[in-house]
């Protein structure tokens, strides 16, 4: 079931909120920015994605295919979300979930997780995960 969710940087420059299922999927990823920056999205559709503040301390980091938009407050150098615009789903926002407020760590623990293989571009788990 969709619920809103509030979220921030850690120097709360940048916040939003997101209509979140959580429980779907969660996804872990071990493609090079994913694995260095230990990012932990789920996913909102677009309409369910809300910028509250910040957009000016937002810095937006592209690499490889250029596709994905990888978005980091330049103040604290969280990343709090980044949209996918090429993934199986469509274009979809990556909501951290260590950037929600209102999440205790019983409920994260909870939350469902796909792992993918980013590293070789495969949508199906990597054959190591344990360090995701």
């Known amino acids: 079931?969709?619920?809103t969710?509030?979220?921030?940087?850690?120097?709360?420059?940048?916040?939003?909120?997101?209509d979140l299922d959580l429980t779907q999927s969660s996804y872990?990823?071990?493609?090079?920015?994913?694995?260095?920056?230990?990012?932990?999205?789920?996913?909102a559709k677009p309409e369910g994605f809300r910028l509250l503040s910040g957009e000016a301390e937002l810095t937006q980091y592209l690499f490889n295919s250029r596709k994905n938009q990888?978005?980091?407050?330049?103040?604290?150098g969280v990343r709090p979300f980044g949209v996918g615009?090429?993934?199986?789903?469509?274009?979809m926002y990556g909501v951290n979930l260590g950037c929600l407020e209102d999440v205790s760590d019983e409920e994260l623990s909870r939350i469902p997780i796909t792992y993918v293989d980013g590293l070789h571009d495969r949508f199906a788990p990597?054959?190591?995960?344990?360090?995701?």
């Not at 230990?38 to 996913?43: K, L, N």
């Not at 990597?126 to 995701?132: K, M």
């Open 5 to 18: 969710y509030r979220g921030s940087c850690h120097c709360g420059a940048v916040t939003f909120e997101a």
């Open 85 to 91: 615009t090429d993934t199986p789903m469509g274009v």
């Open 28 to 43: 872990r990823c071990n493609c090079s920015i994913c694995r260095r920056t230990r990012f932990w999205p789920a996913v």
């Open 1 to 3: 079931m969709l619920k």
């Open 126 to 132: 990597p054959s190591h995960l344990a360090h995701l």
């Open 70 to 76: 990888h978005y980091f407050c330049r103040v604290c």
